[in-house]
């Protein structure tokens, strides 16, 4: 983070009240006088998260005080809040506490908070309740408190594989280990890290080493008590398999990161070596920064430091033949100051007044915008209407009063604050246009075929789009290129099209489903793929969206934070949502997002300042994630609302992508994944965590009857792609 925000108690806990945790429940109570139970247990939490930074392992059955702190003593110089809830829907744990405290450093007690409990035998499933904390978890084992099982499990490794006169192992070793825990508790996990650095990893099949050179695993257990067993390890020697291999590895360098107009990297470089062997393969790689010792390589290396840099680079083969040195150079800059400053904007407004001041007929409406580092579009809403690209003076010839709000957004992303101008106009020689429907789309699309012809302004002032009503219920087909016939002959009479636009349009309509039983008539593509298309959209909060080649949207990899890319051209209330989405988190996680629904205007929100947040707060989550662990609620959940678990998802091989359609009528939710209906939900009001909130906007704790439409991103690693958007109203 750059900027440290606090943020009021009042106004955490009205957050976390929608997203399913209480503040401070009944069974816990800011620190004051009292008999302590004769057990404490303390949980900590600091500044990260994914983990709490301290938290208990055992207990005793009984009387118990649970110390829950999140503070700037713990560590935490953030703000950010965290929770400490206890699971009592999860039949593989103990139900039988009830506790969900959010502690804040901002908050009047200090981010400091006890409850009194009494604990059973058994195990307890703890968490944190925040969306994007799903990884702060653990398990309290509780026992009896007879101390019968204090005995830590005995662990064993077997080293096995081919082994040459010296006892060396030839090509690889593979390590077994064996647990055991005679009369207590039982092995409940074994664990292994390789060498002295190596992380501690969960051990489920035999650890193969196939890398040439002395090695050490180390090895150890425990068992449903809490009790460890001693740190053990097993040393051996892998040596490569005889071979006539004299031919080194070939090796490479990349360097990557963005870039400056003279080529030198900003803030930081990143450089990705690679080797290969065809005869007895890679056994080792190795680098060195501007000078200094040979480093093993194991990730790509990271170069923050202003200034020139070397990094030299070599691979060794298992018959042990060394690759020619390396190298490649690079600078790092500072990146320049970010811009923050908005355009600035002015409007005008123009016509023939009366005497009142009003304008008869019509107004002509001019936004302007200047921005010492560019401006990258303007935008307008009409009578408090969505806000529409401005591309040209907005003309107003509809009687009545009216306002203009006009905005603009620079090439950096700052975008000014709207303002507005407002008039009267009053009825002239011409009266307002009847147009069937409004759309200013910039060429003539009949359902989702484009037909590449301009949508101009007919003689009657309706845009083309406007004329064909492709939105409108048809009964059949037939019935729907009748009355696009009817039209397009009119226009062609008129002169407004010619002949071969006239054949154009005639032919995205035959190749439209509208009116066509059983097919996707009445969607309207809100994400076709193309950068008119995506500019429609507005991104607010951390994170971020690009547009590819091939039309989908990826969220960033490089901007941190919890963010949302939505659609502020229309409110929808009921309705039938469909698009595609893949999951492309990087190595073996998978990526957290969501879909909004039926949320309100996210700027200026009288209650919200975070434009991200008032989705969260005033809409509908529909939860994409496929992970097995974390957070509890899986694909197709209403997240807060409804949970459906990994079995219910209908999960999908990474990689691959999934139709989704999401259906609202009324109050009644159902979600399909790839045809199959996953969740079926009805928001009367209450949630799997607090009852129906006192400030919900909608009617005996129900939601918003429409609104706008948002995609989640929750950061860098969290990557995931859409495609193909398209909505009917119901």
């Known amino acids: 983070m750059t900027r440290q925000r606090r943020v009021s108690t009042g106004l955490l806990a009205a957050v976390l009240l929608v997203l399913g945790v209480l503040s401070v429940p009944s069974t816990a109570r800011p620190e004051e006088p009292r008999a302590a139970a004769a057990q404490v247990l303390t949980w900590t939490a600091d500044d990260d998260i994914t983990k709490y930074a301290s938290a208990p392992a055992t207990a005793v059955a009984g009387p118990a005080t649970i110390v829950f702190e999140n503070s700037a003593a713990t560590g935490n110089t953030t703000g950010m809040p965290h929770t400490l809830t206890f699971a009592t829907s999860d039949p593989e744990f103990n139900s039988d506490v009830q506790l969900n405290i959010l502690a804040s450093p901002n908050d009047d007690q200090g981010g400091r908070y006890t409850a009194e409990v009494t604990l059973t035998p058994g195990r307890y499933f703890y968490s944190c309740t925040i969306p994007g904390h799903g990884q702060m978890q653990g398990i309290l084992v509780v026992t009896e408190g007879t101390g019968e099982d204090t ?103 990349t360097v990557s990161g963005e870039r400056d107009a003279d080529g030198a990297y900003l803030d930081m470089a990143t450089v990705t070596v690679s080797a290969s062997d065809t005869g007895s393969g890679v056994n080792t790689i190795e680098y060195a920064l501007d000078g200094g010792a040979w480093q093993p390589y194991t990730g790509p290396v990271m170069v923050h430091q202003v200034g020139t840099h070397t990094v030299r680079y070599r691979a060794t083969d298992k018959a042990g033949n060394v690759a020619p040195e390396k190298s ?25 007044r ?120 048809w009964t059949s087909h037939a019935l729907f290129l009748k009355h696009v016939t009817s039209v397009l002959d009119a226009l062609l009479k008129a002169g407004v ?20 039983p059983g097919q996707t008539e009445g969607y309207r593509k809100i994400l076709d793929g193309t950068a008119e298309s995506f500019a429609k959209w ?41 698009l595609q989405w893949r999951d492309d988190a990087p190595g073996t996680g998978n990526a957290n997002s969501g879909v909004f629904v039926r949320f309100p205007w996210v700027h200026d929100h009288p209650e919200e300042p975070r434009p991200e947040w008032a989705a969260i707060k005033y809409g509908h989550e529909v939860q994409v994630f496929d992970r097995p662990d974390g957070d509890m609620y899986k694909t197709g959940s209403v997240y807060g ?20 359609e999401i259906r609202v009528v009324d109050q009644h939710y159902s979600v399909y994944r790839n045809g199959v209906l996953i969740n079926e939900f009805d928001n009367t009001g209450g949630q799997e965590f607090v009852p129906p909130r006192s400030d919900d906007p909608g009617t005996d704790g129900r939601r918003f009857a429409s609104g706008y439409l948002g995609l989640q991103v929750h950061g860098t690693t969290d990557v995931i792609s859409y495609r193909d958007i398209r909505i009917r109203e119901l």
């Open 151 to 253: 005995t830590p499990p005995e662990a064993a490794a077997h080293v096995s594989g081919t082994q040459n006169a010296q006892g060396q192992y030839v090509g690889s070793a593979s390590v077994t280990i064996h647990a055991t825990d005679e009369g207590g508790s039982g092995v409940d996990g074994v664990e292994y890290a390789i060498g002295d650095t190596g992380p501690w990893q969960p051990y489920t099949t035999p650890v193969v080493v196939d890398q040439v050179g002395d090695h050490e695993v180390r090895y150890r257990a425990f068992d449903k008590a809490g009790n460890v067993s001693a740190e053990k390890s097993a040393a051996f020697t892998v040596v490569a398999p005889p071979t006539d291999d004299t031919t080194p590895p070939e090796t490479s360098a």
């Open 538 to 578: 507005q991104h607010v909060g951390g994170g971020s969206f690009a547009l590819n080649p091939d039309g989908s949207i990826t969220s960033g990899t490089t901007r941190a934070g919890l963010g949302m890319l939505w659609f502020p051209q229309r409110k929808y209330g009921d309705f039938s949502l469909r």
């Open 641 to 660: 609302f409804d949970r459906v678990g990994l079995a219910g998802a209908g999960v999908t091989e990474k990689g691959t992508w999934n139709d989704y």
């Open 354 to 473: 009366n005497s009142d001041g009003a304008y008869v007929a019509s107004a002509k409406v001019t936004v302007t915008a200047t921005d010492a580092g560019g401006v990258a579009g303007i935008e307008y809403s009409l009578d408090g209407g969505p806000y529409l690209a401005y591309t040209a003076p907005v003309v107003v010839d509809r009687a009545g009063a009216h306002t203009v709000a006009y905005r603009a957004t620079d090439r950096a992303g700052n975008t000014s604050e709207a303002r507005t101008v407002s008039f009267t106009v009053v009825a002239g020689q011409v009266p307002a246009p009847p147009c069937p429907e409004y759309d200013e789309r910039l060429t003539v699309i009949v359902g989702t075929v484009d037909s590449g012809v301009p949508n101009r302004v007919t003689n009657n002032r309706c845009r083309i789009n406007e004329l064909i009503e492709d939105e409108k219920e």
């Open 328 to 352: 490649v150079e690079f600078t790092v800059v500072a990146a320049p100051p970010e811009d923050t400053t908005p355009p600035v904007t002015g409007v005008t407004v123009e016509g023939t």
């Open 497 to 516: 099209v010619d002949r071969r636009e006239h054949r154009a349009i005639q032919k995205a309509a035959r190749q439209s489903d509208i009116g066509r």
